[in-house]
Nanobody
Framework: QVQLVESGGGLVQAGGSLRLSCAAP????????VGWFRQAPGKDREFVGG????????YYGDSVKGRFTMFTDNRKLTVYLQMNNLIPEDTAIYYC????????????????????WGQGTQVTVSS
């Protein structure tokens, strides 16, 4: 049973940085793609970034490209989302999720393709 645990959210001023973490059981991120999504009040869940299995190809949403970066630790137990130059529009609950389709070479941006979700962590950016 895959369970994802997110951490690292908080309150930050515009222009600041935060690093979110998504921890999973061993081999999860070796076998499956992982994605980060966010959801602001009254809005649909939005794709932020994705990483293919075994620290493969990464892909980012247009609204965060150049500011956010995904990476993993050496043992691939945790996937991080480094968020720099934050703006108030980045305020949302951030979720990590795993796509258990094993033959994807690039991460999918479709929220419905992700099978397991973390509990979410709140990020608030003040102006």
């Amino acid at each position: 049973q895959v369970q994802l645990v997110e951490s690292g959210g908080g309150l930050v001023q515009a222009g600041g940085s935060l690093r979110l973490s998504c921890a999973a059981p061993p081999r999860t991120f070796m076998w499956y793609s992982v994605g980060w999504f966010r959801q602001a009040p009254g809005k649909d869940r939005e794709f932020v970034g994705g990483m293919a299995a075994n620290a493969g190809t990464t892909y980012y949403g247009d609204s965060v490209k150049g500011r956010f970066t995904m990476f993993t630790d050496n043992r691939k137990l945790t996937v991080y989302l480094q968020m720099n130059n934050l703006i108030p529009e980045d305020t949302a609950i951030y979720y990590c999720a795993v796509d258990k389709t094993t033959n994807r070479r690039t991460p999918t941006t479709n929220v419905d393709d992700y099978d397991v979700w973390g509990q979410g962590t709140q990020v608030t950016v003040s102006s």
